[in-house]
């Protein structure tokens, strides 16, 4: 999204850009006949992208990743009718740093602070704010903080004052502000339809604005449908009016100009610089162009964690490729095998993060004994270790709209037993993911499609393509299987962030297809700022493997951009055994490089062939 201007979608009160093909205008207040003015423009007016329909998303932080815990929930307290943090952000980092090191590794720690004690949703003087900043940056955490649609109705709070002032209100029906009944309590929701208003809510990010925020500080737009406690169905009344609209026509858009206008807000803090992360629970088609999603409040119920899968399909195919749900459900309690179960299919979703309602017991994971903690400890390190595969996933799904987690027909069309399978899926072309998701279950039947073979990646076994696999599982197991002809890259040293991977070195994968042949891709870039689409600054490699040659060659000649990382080890699944192995430079130098070899398992590892990730190289096995 970088580097392009919002295309508003109002003018002269007629939605001439918002994908609206038909609808009821109120009346102009010049008296113009509503009924003389046409909707003329087409659904892919509401972003960028060339197709109508399949929009590519934005180019996510590095981070956003990783796994994101928000179990201090929210709100955290209650105060005069009004939601406020009492949590001390230092003792929670070290919590999370500390006591499940290195489980909780994540450079996108997560906490609900509101943003005043006046109003949830708009930023004000916040002290514990500032320090709870300054304080996860030294961890290299980042936080999110949640901006919602909804402003306490008092004379004395000046942002809501400013916002009457500039009659930016959404109106009633007899043309009075719009007021509701949400968190603050009474609440007045500003017309996000209006580009005025988006202009001004996207200025209240500035840093001289926004008090205590900084660069690690991003945004979450909850209830941004928008909700109304007292209002029909929870949302809006249908009559109240948006400029010459009424409500029940423009409904599904509200959340997406909330989005919209916070991502452009957390742009222009960095004079352009920096990528914005903006988390909704509210959206429309374009709105991967913000952000992410997520499923909604569900439940701590097996079936809740079944209809996750589908349902993450279903966005993906729609152009929506960050999404997740909230790990361990929302309402109720999850028992200890229902909260490991969910954390190893989270995991394997685009978007990963644990989130609870504040009503419900504590769930970290440390609370429900060694044994659970350190299978949830695992699987989070699994998330880590392929950090570089999920980055190169969203970096084609920005390029190109095909989803980042997709249903198995994508890749297998003509194969008619993929039709109806959604319990399982892939990541990419080349991850197959098939979660345990029934109570007490010893086992699972995964279908493998096509007519190559798939690597389990826990054990290297090899499996064919083309069949129903029953797998049997213990509490430790996730069945997940790599595609013959493969390369993905991982990064697989134990670190408490994804910042301090960014120069770790990587472990290549070959599963090597039928033909004795792979290829893969590597791409890499500063994972926060536009400069890969303003000033080509990344890396993307090409990797190959054939006639017994592994290389590394550039994609991207024009490019321009560095790394200290380097290739730790390569490892061959369905391999032979070489009697020598030579690491070819681009200037021509050649050195012997180490291996092992598993004859039971046909698995060859070549241990610290030193190149820079960045660079030409070919790996000659004799």
């Known amino acids: 999204m970088g580097g392009h201007q919002l295309q508003h979608c109002w003018k002269d009160g007629v939605w001439e850009d918002a994908g609206l093909r038909s609808g009821r205008q109120r009346d102009a207040p010049d008296g113009t006949s509503a009924g003389s003015q046409r909707v003329a423009s087409s659904m892919s007016s509401l972003c960028w992208g060339p197709s109508p329909l399949m929009f590519s998303p934005s180019m996510p932080l590095s981070q956003v990743l990783s796994h994101s815990l928000h179990w201090p929930r929210w709100p955290i307290t209650s105060v005069a009718g009004t939601t406020m943090t009492r949590m001390t952000s230092v003792r929670w980092i070290r919590v999370l740093m500390t006591t499940t090191s290195p489980m909780t590794s994540s450079g996108w720690t997560l906490s609900t602070l509101t943003a005043s004690a006046t109003s949830h949703g708009t930023p004000t003087s ?99 449908e928008p909700s109304v406690f007292n209002g029909p169905e929870v949302t809006m009344h249908k009559d109240a009016v948006h ?76 152009g929506i490729s960050l999404c997740g749900a909230d790990v361990g459900g929302f309402f109720k309690s999850p028992s200890q095998e229902l909260l490991v179960r969910w954390y190893q299919t989270g995991a394997y979703q685009p978007f990963f993060r644990a989130h609870a309602h504040l009503d419900t017991p504590r769930r970290e994971p440390w609370l429900f004994g060694p044994e659970n903690t350190a299978l949830i400890r695992e699987v989070v390190r699994q998330r880590y270790t392929l950090l570089p595969y999920w980055y190169q996933l969203f970096y084609h799904a920005h390029r190109t709209g095909n989803p980042v987690m997709r249903p198995l027909w994508v890749e297998y069309p003509e194969d008619v037993a993929t039709f109806a399978v959604d319990d399982e899926f892939l990541l990419g072309r080349d991850l197959l993911v098939h979660p345990v998701t029934e109570e007490g279950a010893r086992g699972v039947t995964a279908y493998l499609p096509g007519s190559e073979a798939w690597y389990d990646v826990h054990t290297f076994q090899k499996q064919n393509g083309g069949q129903n696999l029953y797998i049997p599982v213990t ?127 046909s698995v060859l590892t070549l241990r610290k062939p030193g190149m820079n990730a960045g660079s030409d190289w070919m790996v000659l096995l004799r």
């Open 126 to 224: 916040s002290p514990s704010l500032g320090r709870c900043c300054r304080t996860s940056w030294i961890r290299n955490a980042r936080w999110w903080l949640s901006w919602t649609p909804h402003i306490k109705v008092d004379s004395g709070y000046k942002i809501h004052n400013e916002i009457r002032s500039r009659n930016f209100y959404v109106k009633n029906k007899d043309g009075g502000d719009y007021e509701g009944w949400c968190w603050p309590g009474s609440a007045g929701y500003p017309d996000f339809t209006n580009p005025e208003m988006r202009a001004w809510w996207a200025s209240m990010f500035a840093y001289d604005q926004y008090e205590g925020s900084m660069e690690n500080l991003y945004t979450w737009n909850d209830m941004n």
């Open 475 to 601: 509490m430790s197991s996730i069945p997940v299987f790599q595609r013959g002809g493969s390369i993905i890259p991982r990064k697989n040293r134990p670190r408490r962030s994804s910042s301090c991977m960014e120069s770790d070195p990587y472990t290549f994968y070959v599963a090597l297809s039928s033909k004795k042949t792979a290829e893969g891709e590597l791409y890499i870039d500063d994972g926060h700022t536009f400069n890969y689409e303003k000033q080509r600054q990344f890396i993307h490699r090409r990797l190959t493997f054939a006639n017994n040659v592994l290389s590394s060659s550039n994609l991207a000649p024009d490019a321009q951009f560095s790394t200290d990382s380097w290739i730790e080890r390569v490892v061959f699944l369905g391999a032979h055994k070489p009697s020598a192995v030579t690491l070819k430079m681009a200037d021509g130098s050649e050195s012997p490089l180490e291996f092992e070899f598993d004859s039971g398992m």
């Open 243 to 318: 400029g010459n609209w009424e409500h029940r026509d423009v409904h599904n858009l509200y959340g997406f100009y909330v989005q919209m206008a916070t991502a452009e807000g957390l742009i222009q803090r960095s004079a352009g610089v920096e990528r914005p992360f903006v988390l909704t629970r509210a959206f429309f088609a374009g709105s991967q162009r913000y952000g992410a999603v997520w499923t909604g409040d569900n439940a701590a119920e097996w079936d809740h964690l079944k209809i996750s899968i589908p349902m993450c399909l279903s966005l993906g195919l729609v």
